[in-house]
């Protein structure tokens, strides 16, 4: 059931790319309210071809879109399709305020198919395409101001854009979009929101044609009047049921006495009463059921608004885990790179102590080949023995510490001492040994005289490998202190656990390694090649941006240009003479005083138009003048009143003829200041011709 009609009154009107050729609307803004915003009844003047008629046929066009009812079609021939013109979309949008404030907005977009306008477009009326709308405005995104009428470049947006755009309006706008083959979906989408489309009607018949008030309103009888008067007010159906119960009730007084009569008008009444009663009971009803369903669809709106927001909040977590996993990616890879280096650490270690234990075998056998070839000499040695031994203790302690992976720098110190004191007592013992077979073996010592000077050599050079074993020593200290260092670090940092076997620990490293090593030759090469695909398609759109962004700086440039000129152009007219003098100012700013410039303008056109239609008639009578005179020397011509009366005298086969024309044929020259003189309205009517002229005179 139609919603309870509303008395809507036109508070704006915006109009944009319509209009006939001869009466464009061009983005233009009609107010009708006052300061407060509140509608008013309102005057719009035009001069004759302004397009007033134009702007009543568009808004009854918007309302009643038929097309046999647009205005002034049966006197005109003109439709809609001649006011939409090339490959222009065209817009009118009316917003409406009631009494209580409430507004809304009505509106249509047109556009020709493919934006071609058909050579006839009459012939091709159905190729016009339409759209009609309505919302509720609401701030911010539902007012007509901020309706998408063109887009970012100031081009007109497209039919099919500019109608999805007020289909996604807030669902507090109560939008709707019509197609212009759904006419009776619009009538009642108007109903609905209190706008009876059937109240137009009498402005079609009145503004049909010039006068066509006057016409609407000459009543031979009042009950004519009544009876247009009804039309207005109320709807056919309504009326013939007035008129039924009326006629009834006529019907029952003239056959029954008074009491009776108004006995059974009150118990009729009482039974339409109680049909209005139930009438307004399902009304009522119909209006709570448009209510709870109007109240559903908004939940349903604010649950998909809702969704849509979860939506979002979920992409946005997606596109933090994926930050998220990227970050551990690259730990993953700076913990690799220092699993690398540690283990390239560990390879170094073992190998140097691999080389420290070839040196200590080489050491062992140097040591057996000096003591055979150096017995007497042994004593001067021990010192370097001792060293010596010292080495190797400390290169066997190395060994035993990597083979049990638990370095701890106190015990390390510990067993290094004991060792060395237990060699110490080693070597005593040796040297007692060796003082008493010094005298066993001084007969062997002749002997070996010979090999002592290769062995002085030998000895040369293991002093040089001692100096060299010595800094080696020296380092090994310091890489030991480095190795105690990072592994309490490592504690530190929780990348050992207190206590932690080292030889598991490198295990895991090693595991962890290879895991890792997998994630960088598999996984994240990977990773990266599907970041290039998709990187691909980026690179791509941002070449293409760039290419845009060039375009939009070159017709920036353009418009720059082009905003010079017209500058310049500005500046020209702000000192041209005809400005100036129109505004009787030295310099005159267009820009600024565009609205009284060109009220100027239209005023001096008005005048200059009237002078010229002036002149123009003058001309034309001076015209008929010359001729008359070249035709009858000495006679001037009627006037057109005159000559038009007498052609159509003439038409209809009655001898008439103008008073000059009838004294030149039959008044001699002589006597026709006489003539005037006697009969001075002689010249100025038609007389009938006489046969004498002693008649007039």
């Not at 038929?66 to 065209?90: F, I, S």
């Not at 295990?507 to 290039?532: F, K, M, S, Y």
């Amino acid at each position: 059931m139609p919603a309870p009609a509303r008395l809507w009154r036109i508070r704006r009107i915006y109009l944009d790319r319509i209009g006939a050729p001869a009466a464009r609307f061009r983005d233009v803004w009609l107010e009708f309210g006052s300061r407060t915003g509140n509608p008013l009844d309102t005057i719009l003047w035009m001069r004759n071809g302004g397009g007033k008629s134009t702007l009543i046929a568009l808004i009854c066009a918007s309302i009643r879109p038929a097309r046999n009812d647009y205005l002034a079609t049966a006197e005109t021939g003109r439709h809609l399709e001649d006011c939409v013109l090339g490959a222009d979309t065209a817009h009118i949008a009316i917003e409406w305020q009631d009494p209580d404030g409430r507004r809304m907005v009505t509106g249509a977009v047109y556009e020709w198919t493919d934006r071609i306008q058909p050579a006839d477009p009459n012939a091709s009326w159905e190729q016009l395409q339409q759209r009609w709308y309505a919302f509720t405005p609401s701030r911010p995104a539902a007012e007509i101001e901020v309706l998408p009428f063109h887009d970012g470049n100031q081009h007109p947006t497209t039919l099919k854009a500019f109608a999805d755009a007020i289909a996604a309006l807030p669902p507090e706008a109560d939008s709707v979009v019509i197609d212009y083959k759904d006419q009776g979906k619009w009538t009642s989408a108007l109903q609905d929101r209190g706008l009876d489309p059937a109240l137009f009607t009498a402005i079609l018949k009145i503004n049909a044609s010039e006068g066509g008030i006057e016409k609407q309103f000459k009543f031979s009888t009042t009950d004519e009047f009544v009876r247009y008067l009804l039309s207005l007010v109320g709807d056919s159906a309504t009326s013939r049921r007035l008129s039924t119960m009326l006629g009834k009730h006529r019907a029952s007084i003239a056959r029954h006495p008074r009491l009776r009569t108004e006995l059974d008008f009150t118990s009729e009444a009482v039974q339409h009463l109680k049909l209005l009663k139930e009438d307004h009971q399902r009304l009522h009803e119909a209006d709570e059921g448009r209510a709870t369903q109007g109240h559903r669809a908004r939940n349903l709106a604010a649950s998909f608004s809702a969704a849509a927001a979860h939506a979002r909040i979920q992409v946005a977590r997606h596109s933090a885990d994926a930050g998220e996993q990227r970050d551990r990616h690259k730990q993953a890879a700076d913990n690799a790179d220092v699993y690398e280096s540690l283990h390239r650490e560990y390879q170094w270690w073992a190998a140097h102590l691999l080389e420290e234990a070839a040196r200590a075998v080489s050491a062992d056998a140097e040591k057996t080949v000096a003591e055979r070839d150096q017995l007497r000499q042994a004593w001067h040695l021990v010192p370097i023995l001792v060293q010596h031994a010292e080495l190797s203790a400390e290169l066997k302690g190395l060994r035993e510490q990597q083979t049990r992976d638990k370095a701890d720098a106190a015990p390390v110190r510990q067993r290094y001492q004991q060792a060395a004191a237990q060699l110490i007592a080693v070597l005593y013992r040796s040297r007692r040994d060796l003082e008493a077979t010094i005298d066993t073996n001084e007969a062997t010592a002749a002997a070996a005289e010979k090999e002592r000077r290769k062995a002085q050599d030998k000895v040369a050079e293991a002093d040089r490998e001692l100096g060299a074993l010595t800094a080696e020593c020296v380092q090994l200290r310091q890489s030991i202190t480095v190795f105690e260092t990072s592994v309490a670090s490592a504690v530190a940092d929780e990348h050992l656990p207190v206590g932690a076997d080292l030889a598991d620990t490198h295990t895991a490293c090693a595991g962890q390694q290879t895991r890792l090593l997998h994630e960088l030759d598999v996984e994240i090469p990977n990773a990266a090649n599907a970041l290039a695909e998709t990187r691909s398609p980026i690179d791509a759109e941002h070449r293409e941006l760039g290419t845009q962004i060039a375009n939009i700086k070159t017709a920036l440039r353009n418009l720059n240009d082009e905003l010079q000129e017209l500058l310049e152009q500005i500046s020209r007219l702000g000192s041209h003479n005809r400005l100036t003098l129109l505004a009787q100012a030295d310099t005159v700013d267009p820009v600024a005083e565009n609205g009284a410039l060109q009220q100027a303008l239209t005023d001096a056109i008005i005048e200059i138009d009237r002078e010229r239609i002036d002149l123009s008639v003058e001309d034309a009578d001076d015209r008929r003048a010359l001729q008359s005179l070249a035709g009858q020397p000495g006679l001037l011509p009627a006037s057109l009143d005159l000559t038009r009366a007498a052609d159509v005298l003439r038409e209809h086969s009655i001898p008439a003829a103008t008073g000059w024309h009838y004294l030149a044929d039959a008044v001699a020259p002589a006597l026709w200041q006489r003539a005037i003189t006697n009969a001075p309205s002689l010249v100025a009517g038609l007389p009938e011709p006489v046969k004498s002229t002693e008649t007039v005179c």
